[in-house]
């Protein structure tokens, strides 16, 4: 079991640029979730899914977009990157509650710089 | 509205020391209560968990005991090694009638230890 996999691992952006985040779990897990991390800030979540082809904002959506095309993978899209976006982006996700008593499982983060 | 606090870092003790990071909640309803530790480089990984008023989670030499009438879930461990060096997070975990689980993150806490 690979686990969550994220993938770059590092990427700079220039102002105005798109990209996309991918992000692929091996669990078959229906919960998925987008988190960015700032220096001394904690987590913020800004996407999430509950399942294939349901996806919904979080706490911090704008300036993303996010689709949910199958179980395994949410990929996080970045367009009109702005400065405002560096940040280090984790991906999550988590089977259905009870005995898996919540637990998230994250991936290793991508780092992005815009400049 | 829903929160979590953690003591601020970074924490720096030495080997075999005892260490507590605090961490209180607010919440609505009843929450679970989670640690996780994000070891240099990678992402976000559940330490130990608990589920109730009085419940204790323990892993690795890690306790921390759900208190409800302190909304508190401190973070201790009796003697530290150079392997604990990490980020620790507090988390929660409620269920809301309209949006479902929600999870909130503190903003970590840098421990090193130094032999």
């Known amino acids: 079991n690979a686990g969550v996999t994220q993938t770059p691992k590092f990427r700079i952006l220039k102002i105005g640029q798109s990209m996309t985040l991918q992000c692929t779990q091996d669990m078959n897990h229906n919960y998925m979730y987008w988190y960015r991390q700032d220096p001394g800030m904690g987590l913020k979540l800004i996407y999430y899914s509950v399942g294939a082809g349901i996806t919904d904002k979080g706490e911090v959506p704008n300036g993303y977009n996010v689709s949910r095309s199958t179980t395994e993978d949410f990929p996080l899209r970045l367009e009109l990157a702005a400065p405002s976006q560096t940040s280090v982006y984790f991906c999550?996700?988590?089977?259905?509650?009870?005995?898996?008593?919540?637990?998230?499982?994250f991936g290793p983060g991508t780092r992005l710089t815009v400049t | 509205g829903n929160s979590v606090t953690q003591m601020e870092g970074p924490v720096t003790l030495s080997e075999e020391a005892f260490l507590t990071i605090n961490c209180t909640y607010t919440?609505?309803?009843?929450?679970?209560l989670f640690w996780y530790v994000q070891y240099p480089g990678e992402g976000l990984q559940l330490l130990l968990k608990?589920?109730?008023?009085?419940d204790k989670g323990s892993n690795k030499g890690f306790e921390a005991t759900y208190r409800k009438e302190t909304t508190s879930f401190h973070l201790e461990k009796g003697s530290v090694q150079v392997s604990d060096s990490a980020v620790y997070f507090c988390?929660?975990?409620?269920?809301?009638?309209?949006?479902?689980?929600?999870?909130?993150f503190g903003t970590g806490t840098s421990l090193t230890v130094i032999p």
């Open positions: 999550a996700s988590r089977g259905p509650g009870g005995r898996s008593s919540y637990e998230q499982y």
């Open positions: 988390a929660l975990r409620l269920a809301l009638s309209h949006t479902g689980n929600q999870f909130y």
């Open positions: 919440a609505t309803g009843y929450p679970s």
């Open positions: 608990a589920t109730k008023a009085d």
